[in-house]
């Protein structure tokens, strides 16, 4: 197959036709005039992203050399980061090199994924503000030298659950964009040596994307999707 020629021009032409699928499947406004995105080769996504986020909740991010372990962490990352919403700047980033292996209909997929979190932090915004906050305080402690193993856990699990709402969400309404407009989408595969490092360094990271998938699927289709936004 082909690569996808992956530019600014085709991701903000594939934004304006998945958008108001994920407006439908979702009923919220994604306010697409106010949305940023910008195509990223991969060397450059763990600083525009990880460390992004990093500097949103107040941390310390050096520009020098890198240990082994935050090396290693940045080659896993890189290696698998497809795209990304930065709710901080109201950016889309997508991964050049992470998705030009995929189809049209794939990218499109992959859009979908993360304009669903630009529609969770437009109506949902204290969700994330409650995530940024716990990760702020998650941060300190340990740039402190000050945690220990039991305020670790509870300062994952107060990050844990949100997110796992928030992924499995954006996992769910990509599955029904999926399986009704796009059948035919592939999507670039990763899985190789990093990847699986991924998984075993990020376990957690990874079942947000589906432990929530039951209770996301019983809430919409009752209805009550918001109210379980609000009750987390």
């Known amino acids: 197959m082909t690569k996808l020629d992956v530019t600014n021009m ?9 958008a108001p699928l994920v407006e439908h499947e979702t009923g919220w406004s ?21 460390q992004g986020r990093l500097r949103n909740i107040g941390a310390v991010v050096e520009d020098g050399p890198r240990s082994l372990p935050e090396r290693l962490v940045e080659i896993v990352l890189e290696a698998n980061i497809l795209a990304a919403y930065e709710p901080g700047s109201a950016t889309l980033f997508v991964v050049r090199e992470n998705v030009d ?15 669903v979190h630009r529609g969770q932090h437009l109506h949902h915004p204290e969700l994330f503000a409650r995530v940024d906050a716990a990760s702020r305080a998650l941060y300190q402690s340990l740039a402190a030298e000050r945690i220990d193993p039991q305020e670790l856990n509870a300062m994952l699990s107060s990050i844990q659950s949100p997110m796992t709402l928030i992924e499995s969400h954006a996992t769910y309404i990509q599955q029904r964009i999926q399986s009704t407009w796009f059948p035919q989408a592939q999507i670039e595969s990763h899985f190789n040596f990093l990847t699986v490092l991924g998984v075993v360094l990020a376990g957690q990271k990874s079942r947000q994307y589906t432990d929530g998938l039951p209770e996301v699927a019983q809430a919409a289709g009752s209805g009550q999707l918001d109210a379980l936004f609000q009750a987390v």
Do not use: T, Y
């Open 101 to 115: 292996d995929s189809n049209l209909q794939g990218l499109m997929v992959i859009l979908a994924h993360e304009l």
């Open 10 to 18: 085709l991701v903000g032409d594939l934004i304006a036709r998945v």
């Open 30 to 50: 994604l306010d697409l005039p106010d949305l940023r995105w910008g195509v990223l080769p991969k060397h450059r996504g763990f600083e525009e992203i990880v």
